[in-house]
């Protein structure tokens, strides 16, 4: 499965391992840091998590992350804690 294939899965939502968690998060952090690590602004970050994320049936409160892909999501601009802060992440579920 290549990136692209990755971000825009659809199917039912499944256990997320933590070792596909650790490869999708290292994926990521590449992407982000190839393309000069470029983030969100702090309203936009807001914006998505509330309207987004926190109203998702597939998002975690207890471990402030997405059931789906298993990226820790939340209001934090700090990027590398957060998937919604980098520019260059998108919701699989092409929500954001």
Not at 4 to 21: C, L, P, S
Not at 64 to 70: D, E, Q
Request: with cysteine; proline share 3%; net charge positive.
């Amino acid at each position: 499965m290549n990136d692209h294939q990755e971000q825009h899965e659809t199917a039912t939502v499944q256990k997320i391992t933590t070792t596909q968690k650790v490869v999708r998060y290292t994926r990521a952090l590449s992407r982000w840091v190839k393309a000069g690590r470029p983030v969100r602004d702090e309203s936009e970050i807001i914006r998505i998590f509330q309207s987004d994320c926190r109203a998702c049936e597939d998002y975690d409160k207890r471990s402030s992350s997405c059931k789906h892909c298993g990226c820790r999501v939340s209001e934090s601009t700090i990027a590398p804690l957060n998937k919604i802060a980098m520019q260059t992440e998108h919701c699989p579920l092409e929500k954001w």
